[in-house]
């Protein structure tokens, strides 16, 4: 039975998902709907999420919503390669690494995106949030000078979760828009070398290009 995965595009959270389809070779319909035209509040799409929120993925009678919890189901469904992991132990770790980068990295990285990718928010907060991020960014870096993933020696949904938010807060800040906020942000994305290597290695994996 084929997988229906609706979202809307571009979507740093969608792209969690979509990588995780990739990586384990999933066969899947793609459906992009445009909220600014109600497409995400029809009834028919309201039947199978009431909240109308994106992405959804829909696998034969089974709906999820929500990029981490998709994510979750798809590595439960389809089990190889495994992104949470084989034991307890790591699937522990990852989790824990998902919230930490939930509750410290992402409202960091969100005070970017909203105003310079999607047009959302006070442009002030980008340059409120540049110390801490680059704070996080040398943390990470440090934890991906282990292995080269962010928990244990391959790739997992920890590195799925966070990846396409950096990959956007890096693409956001090249952009004229950006009018040269947040330099140091994309001195650490460029020239953290381990991070550097990490964000290389998952556009190779994804088909993207880190120049």
């Known amino acids: 039975m084929t997988i229906t995965f609706f979202h809307m595009q ?7 998902c979509l990588m995780a389809l990739r990586l384990k070779g999933i066969g899947f319909e793609e459906v992009i709907l445009d909220p600014t035209l109600g497409q995400n509040r029809t009834p028919e799409f309201l039947s199978l999420n009431p909240r109308g ?3 959804v ?4 009678s089974v709906v999820v919503r929500e990029s981490q919890a998709i994510m979750f189901y798809l590595d439960k469904a389809y089990s190889e390669p495994p992104l949470f992991g084989t034991t307890p132990k790591e699937a522990g770790a990852i989790m824990q690494a998902i919230w930490d ?5 992402e409202p960091l990285l969100k005070s ?3 105003p310079l990718v999607f047009g959302k ?4 907060a980008v340059d409120a949030v540049e110390q801490k991020l680059v704070t996080e960014l040398e943390a990470l870096d440090r934890v991906l000078a282990l292995t ?3 928990v244990g020696n391959a790739i997992s949904a920890a590195d799925l979760s966070l990846y396409p938010l950096l990959f956007a807060v890096r693409a956001s800040l090249r952009e004229p828009a950006a009018r040269n906020r947040c330099q140091a942000v994309l001195t650490a994305l460029d020239q ?4 550097r290597s990490w964000l290389q290695a998952i556009a190779k994996i994804d088909g993207a290009a880190i120049e």
């Open 121 to 124: 928010g006070d442009l002030s």
């Open 192 to 195: 953290l070398p381990n991070l």
């Open 101 to 105: 980068q939930t509750s410290y990295i």
């Open 57 to 60: 993925l829909q696998d034969g």
């Open 112 to 114: 970017i995106i909203g």
């Open 10 to 16: 571009p979507g740093p959270f969608a792209e969690r």
């Open 53 to 55: 929120t994106l992405p």
């Open 148 to 150: 080269g993933w962010i």
